[in-house]
């Protein structure tokens, strides 16, 4: 949903950067079923990253029966740079929290149609060859019906391991290279 950044008082004009709270006025399309609005809020500034907002206040909601209904939030974090048209992307949470991690775009690799990462998981050292790394890398398909901004949400996470988020395409192109002819 897109709000409206308006700043009041003396914190400066929108489309610069902020020197206090800003308040921003979100209009919920009457066809949106979210009952009741939620409390807190993200929203992306002008470089896309996201900061907290909480609701100030919230149109009576007997009054908005088939019209759009309105919710201010608040930002509290000063310094921040707004867009020049004043309109701001709101995110709102919607249903159960979820447990799980976000992939970054970086660590997600495609091959035949799916989307995959890779991990590494510690290995026990070897003893007879010291050159031998104490990890390896593997390859974990991932879902991709939830894509976040910047990257995908996974529900179960990966456990102990780590996703590398840089230098998966070089790790893909390493695992294939024994499948290309050598001349």
Known sequence: MYGLAVSLGANGPVGSQSSGPTEIRLVIPAATTLDPIPSIASVEDATGQRVPARMIIKEDS???IGRAR???????????RWPSDLRVRVRLPIGLPRQGVIVPDSAVVWLDGKAWVYVTRAVAPDASDASKPAE??????????AQTTGGWFVPDGFG???????????????EYQSDVPHE
């Open 62 to 64: 007997s009054w908005s």
């Open 70 to 80: 309105t919710a201010w939030y608040r930002v509290e974090q000063s310094g921040i």
């Open 136 to 145: 390896e890398f593997g390859r974990r398909e991932i879902p991709v019906d």
């Open 160 to 174: 102990d391991n780590r996703v590398v988020v840089e230098g998966a395409q070089l790790l893909l192109s390493t």
